[in-house]
């Protein structure tokens, strides 16, 4: 922005008091537009980078309520796991083909897409908007207890149960020792629950708040999905018109 002083002719001219007041007022207005207008700038700045700000922090924590949940049902089928030993204890005759498909439908699996975690860690600037280091820490731990827990909980529960056909027999079924995965996976889903309080808390995110945002974001996906169906029915359209063409000129 240029902003030039002029100082009036009649000041020049030495005309006195009458002309040294005209060029006051006039540097003084001159210097009220400039600090409204840097001002004003600042805080349309201002504004926009804590909108910026608090979209990267709702984004956030709605990936972390949605891991969160994910793992916690990840840990109640282990413990619906061993709820079956105890059954199976009870009466070995009864564990039949449709208990044995039972027991490995509920082997726990999680499976999520790493979308705003690479957008978090990967992006300083990213980072630097939040501006919040307890928080930016707290989320790194928080997505590096979920690769863990699906590693050495999940998938190796998972892994362990199906190569070495732990469920096709009542004794095998008992034998499995699940206490360890059900110890482990409970630490894991404990330290991801307080990592995500924290952060809630920290970043002054209210329960209320998150489920509006979780409810907008549904809406968006749902009308993403719909589109894409809408799309796609067009597509398989257009090409049974096609084939139906062809085999007219046949």
Not at 14 to 36: C, D, E, N, R, W
Not at 43 to 66: F, L, T
Not at 76 to 87: K, T, V
Not at 209 to 236: C, G, I, P
Request: a positive charge; hydrophobic letters at 40%.
């Amino acid at each position: 922005m240029n902003i030039k002083l002029h100082t009036p002719k009649s000041l020049k001219a030495g005309s006195g008091m009458s002309s040294l007041k005209q060029f006051l007022l006039s540097l003084f207005a001159t210097t009220v537009s400039i600090a409204l207008t840097f001002g004003t700038a600042a805080i349309i700045d201002n504004n926009k980078k804590q909108r910026e700000k608090r979209e990267i922090v709702m984004m956030v924590m709605y990936d972390m309520y949605n891991s969160l949940a994910l793992v916690e049902k990840a840990d109640s089928q282990i413990c619906r796991l061993i709820d079956r030993q105890e059954q199976i204890a009870a009466d070995t005759t009864k564990y039949t083909f449709d208990k044995k498909l039972q027991m490995y439908v509920l082997l726990p699996q999680l499976e999520y897409t790493e979308t705003t975690e690479r957008i978090f860690s990967s992006n300083i600037e990213t980072i630097n908007t939040v501006g919040n280091v307890l928080f930016t820490e707290n989320v790194a731990k928080f997505y590096q207890t979920r690769h863990i827990f699906k590693t050495q909980v999940c998938d190796s529960l998972s892994n362990e149960a199906r190569n070495q056909k732990v469920f096709n027999s009542a004794k095998a079924a008992l034998d499995f020792s699940l206490f360890e995965y059900a110890v482990i996976s409970r630490g894991f889903l404990y330290d991801m629950q307080h990592l995500f309080a924290q952060c809630k808390q920290m970043m002054d995110v209210t329960a209320e708040e998150l489920q509006a945002y979780r409810k907008e974001r549904n809406k968006w996906e749902q009308d993403f999905a719909d589109r894409d169906s809408v799309q796609k029915t067009y597509t398989n359209k257009l090409i049974e018109q096609v084939q139906r063409t062809q085999e007219l000129l046949k």
